[in-house]
C-alpha cells in the first residue's frame, strides 16, 4: 500500500527516518510552503527565504533521484495553508490515506499531525545523536541536568576526542583557554557567501512581496541553500574559522557579526548538515594539526553537548516549557527589540545585525540581548516569539530551552545553574561597543550609568529570596550588602526610573 511521505522544510536530509523507510517506487512525498508555517510567529524574511529556496531544491533533488513529489509552493491557488491541511488534501487527491511521517521539531506540529484523521505513522528523527530514550534515561533520578556530565558521556558514546575511555589530552573542557577578550582585529573573512542562483532569485521575489512588513533585512541574500552548498560553507570554516574559534567564542566587535563562529547553525538545523558530520570533520582538522585542542573541543561541545542537550530538555519538559516564567516577569518586549531607537550601543548594535543578517552569535543573544530582557524584567514568552522569529536557525525545540530557561531561567533552574546576568562590565571586556556609547560603563549611578549597572542590582535585589543562597550567587550579595545604604538607594531608585521610561516607550 502507498504512503504519503511527508518532508518538513527542517527535514532536508536524504536520510531523513521517514525517507529511509519509504519506497521511490510506491510512496509519494509530500512538501507544502504554507502560510501556518511562515506565519506561526513573524519570521525574519531570510528565515523564510532560507527554508523555502532549500525547501524547493530538496524536492528537486528528491524527484532526480526518482521520488514521486507533490510539491505545494506558498502561492499554489489549492494551497490549504497548513501541514495537516496540505496532507489532506493530498490524501484525497491521490486516495493514500496512510502518512509516514518523521517526528517534527516542536510539539505544536505532532500534535497536529496526531489530530489529523488520516493513518500517521511517526517515526523519531535519528539525525539527533541523542534519542529521547536515551536522553530520558540519562535525566532519570538524577538532582541537577547539568549539560557538563550529558557532554562527557556523549563523548563516550561518540568517540568523539577520546583517547581510549580518557578525553583527549586529558580534560574533558578547555574552555579555561577560551572566552579571551576580542583581538583587534580577525583575521578571518567570516562565513562562504553564496550568490543566488534561478531558484532562490525566485524565492527572494515572493519573499520579498509577501514578507516586506516583517522585521528584518531580506537582501543582500547569501546563506547556503543545498547540501553541497553547506558542505562548502563548513570547510571554510574548519580551515579559517576554526582554529581560533575557542579563543574569542565569547568576543564581541563592532561590524564584526561573526568573528570565529561557524554560521553553520541555520544548516544543522533545517538538515542540510549532520551534527556528525560537522564534528569528524573539526576533530580531523585537530587530528592533522591544523586547529587547536581548545578551539576543537569547545566547538564539539556545543553540539554533541548543548545541541542535543536543550532538545533534550525541549522534549524532557513537554508542550508547555516555552510559557513558563518562574520569575514571573511581565514587562512589555520595548521596541527597541524591533529597532526603535535606543542609547544603549551594544543593543542597538546586537539588534541591527540581527535584522541585516538574522544572525547573532550566542553571547550577543545570552549576553546583549538576553542578559537584558531578564535584568529589565521582561515578560520570557515575549522575548521566546523574539528569538523564534528574527534568527535563521531558530525552530523551537532549540531556541525555546535556549530564551525561556538558559537566559530568562524561566524554568526555574533546570537548564542553568544560576541566572546568566552581569553589569556593564562584563559587555565592555568582551566587547568595543561601550567607549563610544551615550551610557558610561564605570558610571554606576548618575545620569550617564550605564543601564546594565543599575539593572543588574535591581534585579538581584527583586529576586534575593530565591538566590541568595545559591552558592554560586553569594559573592554578589556580599558585595551588594557591603555597599553604602544611600548608594544602594540611589542605584535602585534610578533603576525604577529607567524602567518607568522604558515601559512608557522613551527611547532609553
Ligand atoms: C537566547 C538564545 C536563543 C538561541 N536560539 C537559538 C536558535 O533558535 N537556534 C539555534 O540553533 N541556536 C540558538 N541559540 C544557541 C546559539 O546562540 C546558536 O546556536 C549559535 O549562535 C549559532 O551560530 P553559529 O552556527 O555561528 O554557532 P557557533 O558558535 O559557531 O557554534 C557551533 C554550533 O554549535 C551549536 N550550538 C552552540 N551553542 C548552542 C546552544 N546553546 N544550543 C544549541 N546549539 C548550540 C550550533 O548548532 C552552532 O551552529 C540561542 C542562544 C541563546 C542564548
Ligand atoms: S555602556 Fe552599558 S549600555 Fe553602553 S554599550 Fe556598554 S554595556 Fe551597553
Known amino acids: 500500500m502507498s504512503r504519503l511521505v511527508l518532508v518538513l522544510g527542517d527535514q532536508l536530509s536524504e536520510d531523513l527516518a521517514a525517507l529511509r523507510e519509504a519506497d521511490p517506487d510506491r510512496d509519494v512525498v509530500v512538501m507544502a510552503e504554507v502560510a501556518a508555517e511562515t506565519g506561526y510567529a ?86 539527533f545523536l541523542c534519542s529521547h530514550a536515551q536522553f530520558q534515561d540519562w535525566a532519570k533520578d538524577r538532582k541537577s541536568l547539568r549539560m557538563e556530565w550529558f ?21 574533558w573542557n578547555y574552555d579555561s583557554e577560551n572566552r579571551k577578550p576580542p583581538p583587534g582585529g580577525i583575521g578571518h573573512s567570516g562565513p562562504m557567501k553564496f550568490t543566488p542562483d534561478a531558484t532562490v532569485s525566485e524565492v527572494l521575489d515572493l519573499v520579498e512581496a509577501r514578507f516586506a512588513g516583517n522585521f528584518g533585512t531580506l537582501r543582500p541574500f ?65 587530528r592533522r594539526g591544523e586547529a587547536p585542542l581548545n578551539s576543537v573541543e569547545g566547538f564539539i561541545r556545543q553540539i554533541i553537548g548543548w545541541r542535543e542537550y536543550v532538545r533534550g530538555i525541549y522534549f524532557l519538559e513537554g508542550p508547555d516549557y516555552p510559557r513558563r516564567n518562574a520569575l514571573n516577569h511581565q514587562r512589555k518586549l520595548p521596541p527597541l527589540y524591533w529597532g526603535a531607537e535606543t542609547k544603549m550601543r551594544c543593543l542597538s548594535r546586537a539588534v541591527e545585525q540581527t535584522r541585516d543578517e538574522a544572525y547573532a552569535h550566542h553571547i550577543q543573544r545570552l549576553m546583549v540581548t538576553g542578559n537584558f530582557g531578564l535584568i529589565a524584567g521582561i515578560d520570557p514568552a515575549e522575548l521566546h516569539e523574539w528569538y523564534l522569529s528574527v534568527y535563521a536557525d531558530a525552530f523551537e525545540w532549540v531556541e525555546a530551552p535556549n ?23 562584563y559587555i565592555d571586556r568582551m566587547s568595543d561597543y561601550c567607549r563610544p556609547c551615550a ?11 550605564c543601564p ?18 545559591n552558592p554560586r550567587m553569594a559573592n554578589m550579595y556580599r558585595t551588594w550588602d557591603r555597599m553604602k545604604a544611600p548608594h544602594r538607594d540611589t542605584v535602585l531608585a534610578e533603576a525604577e526610573a529607567f524602567l518607568d521610561r522604558l515601559s512608557a516607550g522613551k527611547t532609553v
Open 42 to 127: 513573524p519570521h525574519h524574511p531570510k528565515k523564510i527565504a532560507l527554508v523555502l529556496a532549500a525547501m524547493r531544491k530538496f524536492a528537486a533533488r528528491l524527484r532526480d533521484q526518482g521520488w514521486t513529489v507533490r510539491y505545494t509552493q506558498l502561492d499554489d491557488t489549492e494551497n490549504a495553508g497548513s501541514i495537516p491541511g496540505e496532507l489532506l488534501r493530498r490524501a484525497e487527491e491521490t486516495g493514500i490515506s496512510r502518512v509516514l511521517a518523521t517526528e517534527p521539531g516542536e510539539w505544536r506540529l505532532i500534535e497536529a499531525l496526531r489530530d489529523l484523521p488520516l493513518d500517521v505513522t511517526l517515526r523519531e528523527d535519528d539525525r
Open 151 to 171: 557532554y562527557r558521556d556523549m563523548r563516550r558514546r561518540t568517540g568523539l576526542l577520546m583517547d581510549g575511555d580518557q578525553p583527549e589530552g586529558g580534560t
Open 222 to 286: 547569501h546563506f547556503a541553500t543545498d547540501q553541497a552548498q553547506a558542505r562548502r560553507a563548513l570547510a571554510q570554516f574548519i580551515r579559517y574559522g576554526l582554529p581560533e574559534f575557542g579563543a574569542y567564542q565569547d568576543a564581541m566587535l563592532d561590524g564584526e557579526p561573526f568573528l570565529n563562529h561557524a554560521l553553520i547553525s541555520p544548516y544543522l538545523n533545517i538538515g542540510l548538515l549532520s551534527p556528525l558530520e560537522v564534528c569528524r570533520a573539526a576533530e580531523a582538522a585537530y
Open 403 to 425: 530564551t525561556v530557561g538558559m537566559s530568562q531561567f524561566a524554568d526555574g533552574g533546570i537548564l542553568a545553574s544560576k541566572p546568566y546576568v552581569s553589569s556593564g562590565a
Open 439 to 449: 551610557y558610561k560603563v564605570k558610571d554606576k549611578t548618575g545620569p550617564e550609568a
Open 452 to 469: 546594565f549597572n543599575l539593572l543588574y542590582w535591581h534585579f538581584l535585589t527583586r529576586h534575593r529570596a530565591r538566590f541568595e543562597r
